[in-house]
């Protein structure tokens, strides 16, 4: 069974740089058949994709979040990261780590973390 | 802010049907598949259908989706009280240089 873990600080401070980690059970970074994303939801709110990584380093980003979001595979330890610079209090949210599927005919998450709660706060 | 809009919430009895409806444009729903996923109170999502219309092994035949056009539309029927939750729908767009979007998603109450 697939399991996927975030794990970071919950609390971060108004500019400063928001980092996570997801680490893969059960499955590998490495498989040609799935991309690792990253996906948050403020609360209340909806979710939001924020970007994918596949184990080439193959990259895709949330066009409105480009600009601050930095993402990483490390095939080794069977993670994947997260980095979000400059956050605001807009960036209070639960952030989830999810594994999407590309066997089907189109793509899919089919595993997701439990999440992680985020505050951004001085 | 979504590219796909759904109804903020539907109700209705046990065992009873609702549809939750999905609308987005030609460059996403109306290019490519669509999957739905279900949020329990307090839980990551869980994937419900994919693919338009399959369903994951465990989810019962009571969750069915299908698409039309620039639409999609997630049915449950036999309605349990164990269904509520918020419910989303997801594709990629293909004007987003294939970001994946989300649904503004429905809450779903059993009355």
């Known amino acids: 069974q697939v399991q996927l873990q975030e794990s970071g600080p919950g609390l971060v401070k108004p500019s400063e740089t928001l980092s996570l980690t997801c680490t893969v059970s059960g499955g590998s970074v490495s498989s040609d058949y799935h991309y690792w994303s990253w996906i948050r939801q403020p609360p209340g709110k909806g979710l939001e994709w924020i970007a994918y990584i596949y184990h080439s380093g193959a990259i895709n980003y949330n066009f409105s979040l480009k600009s601050r979001v930095s993402v990483s595979v490390d095939t080794s330890k069977n993670q994947f990261s997260l980095k979000l610079s400059s956050v605001t209090a807009a960036d209070t949210a639960m952030y989830y780590c999810?594994?999407?599927?590309?066997?089907?005919?189109?793509?899919?998450?089919?595993?997701w973390g439990q999440g992680t709660l985020v505050t951004v706060s001085s | 802010q979504s590219v796909l809009t759904q109804p903020p919430s539907v109700s209705a009895a046990p065992g009873r049907m609702v549809t939750i409806s999905c609308s987005g444009s030609?460059?996403?729903?109306?290019?490519?598949?669509v999957s739905w996923y279900q949020q329990l109170p307090g839980t990551a999502p869980k994937l419900l259908i994919f693919?338009?219309?399959k369903r994951p092994s465990g989810i019962p035949d009571r969750f069915s989706g299908s698409k039309s056009g620039t639409s999609a539309t997630l049915g449950i029927t036999g309605l349990q009280t164990g269904d509520e939750a918020d419910y989303y729908c997801?594709?990629?767009?293909?004007?987003?240089?294939?970001?994946?979007?989300f649904g503004t998603g429905t809450k779903v109450t059993v009355l």
């Open positions: 997801g594709t990629w767009d293909n004007s987003l240089s294939a970001g994946r979007v």
């Open positions: 030609s460059s996403n729903i109306g290019s490519n598949y």
């Open positions: 693919d338009n219309n």
């Open positions: 999810a594994r999407e599927s590309l066997t089907g005919e189109g793509y899919y998450f089919d595993y």
